[in-house]
């Protein structure tokens, strides 16, 4: 099949070999700004609540997703980075799938008071142990190193 031929049977799904380019731009928003700004200058993050549904977000947001009602400058605060681990892999290979000189674990850390979570670098002695539900806290790049991104968290380590 070419990518020029018309799908006609929608029991058999399409499908060609190639190489495709994907440029994009992801820009971080007005919330994203705001919170990689604080990142920069802080050791702590921001989250924003719902006055309706009373959710918190981490990352903060502008707008509830569940309910659509604007968040207000006022209902955004500072809270610590710290978290518990909800779940963890081990990675072996990077991202073009060349294997690492040690291997990371990575986990999905539900940030303290909040309903959001972020991924991060966790630092252990013992990779192969079961992390799931202890306690961690951000560590960060020093504050003349930091960019303003994600990547200024070096990792989470073990509170
Ligand atoms: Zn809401």
């Given amino acids: ?13 399409m499908h060609w070999l190639g190489d495709m380019q994907a440029d994009y731009l992801y820009p971080n928003g ?22 309706n549904c009373s959710k ?13 009602v604007e968040i207000l400058e006022k209902d955004w605060f500072e809270i610590p980075s710290t978290g518990k681990i909800r779940l ?5 290979i990077n991202t073009y799938g060349e294997k690492l000189n040690e291997p990371k ?22 990779i192969d142990e079961n992390l799931i539900g202890r306690k961690v806290e951000a560590v960060f790049k020093s504050k003349n190193q930091r960019e303003g991104t994600l990547k200024d968290i070096l990792y989470f380590k073990m509170r």
């Fill in 1 to 13: 099949m070419t990518f020029y031929e018309k799908q006609t049977d929608p029991s058999s799904p």
């Fill in 88 to 92: 963890h892999t081990i990675v072996t």
């Fill in 105 to 126: 674990m990575i986990a999905l850390i539900d940030i303290d008071n909040t309903d959001g979570a972020l991924l991060g670098i966790i630092k252990t002695d013992n």
């Fill in 56 to 68: 918190i977000f981490f990352p903060p947001r502008l707008y509830c997703e569940d309910c659509f």
């Fill in 30 to 51: 007005k919330a994203g700004d705001k919170l990689f700004k604080h990142i920069k200058e802080n050791d702590t993050f921001l989250a924003s609540k719902c006055i």
